[in-house]
C-alpha cells in the first residue's frame, strides 16, 4: 500500500482539528521512513501525547517515545510539512 492517501488524510485531520483553533502547545504530527534493507521503505508517523485525540481517529497505537535522529515532521503548524518520500 502506498503512503500518500493516508498521509494526506492524517494532513487534513490535523488541520481541521488544529487549524483554525487553539491548539496545545504548537502541535506537531512527526514521520519516520524505514528502509530496513528493502526495496520499498515503510512510513511509520508518530503523534505526541497531546494531540491523542487525533491519533485516536486514525486508529493509531500507542508505543514508546521513537528516536529523534530520523524523525521529521510530517505536518505541523509552524513548519512546512514534508512530502512523502518513495
Do not use: W
Amino acid at each position: 500500500m502506498l503512503a500518500g492517501e493516508p498521509l494526506e488524510r492524517i494532513k487534513a485531520l490535523f488541520l481541521s482539528t488544529y487549524g483554525n483553533h487553539g491548539a496545545p502547545n504548537e502541535p506537531a504530527v512527526y514521520i519516520q521512513h524505514e528502509s530496513e534493507g528493502r526495496l520499498h521503505c515503510e512510513a511509520k508517523v508518530y503523534f505526541p501525547p497531546e494531540i491523542a485525540d487525533l491519533a485516536r481517529q486514525v486508529g493509531a497505537a500507542p508505543c514508546s517515545k521513537p528516536s529523534l535522529n530520523s524523525l521529521g515532521v510530517l505536518i505541523s503548524l509552524t513548519e512546512p510539512s514534508v512530502s512523502s518520500k518513495p
